[in-house]
């Protein structure tokens, strides 16, 4: 069972940056891939990115690509997401989550208690 922890929310205007930490514990972290997922007031919970367990492959959906980047600290179990050029519409509460497997596309099977961001504009 895996446990996780974000860390590095906040305030930010629009244009700014703030970095992401999720730190893991309970499983071997190099085992799994790991994902980033928001979810604003209303909405659904979505996946913003994902990294496999080495971090020689990642995936951002069309609305962060070039903004977002993810990586990962094997030797410090921590997962990270670099946001840049932030906009009030990347407002949300940010969620880490544990992969089944060390691929993408096998879905996640454990989650963070999540870390709010908000962009000011």
């Known amino acids: 069972q895996v446990q996780l922890v974000e860390s590095g929310g906040g305030l930010v205007q629009a244009g700014g940056s703030l970095r992401l930490s999720c730190a893991a514990s309970?499983?071997?972290?190099?085992?799994?891939?790991m994902g980033w997922f928001r979810q604003a007031p209303g909405k659904e919970r979505a996946v913003v990115a994902a990294?496999?367990?080495?971090?020689?492959?990642?995936y951002y959906p069309d609305s962060v690509k070039g903004r977002f980047t993810i990586s990962r600290d094997n030797g410090e179990n921590t997962v990270y997401l670099q946001m840049n050029r932030l906009k009030p519409e990347d407002t949300a509460v940010y969620y880490c989550?544990?992969?089944?497997?060390?691929?993408?596309?096998?879905?996640?099977?454990?989650w963070g208690q999540g870390t709010q961001v908000t962009v000011s504009s």
């Open positions: 989550a544990a992969g089944r497997g060390r691929v993408l596309g096998t879905g996640f099977d454990a």
């Open positions: 309970g499983r071997t972290f190099s085992t799994y891939a």
């Open positions: 990294i496999n367990w080495s971090g020689s492959n990642t």
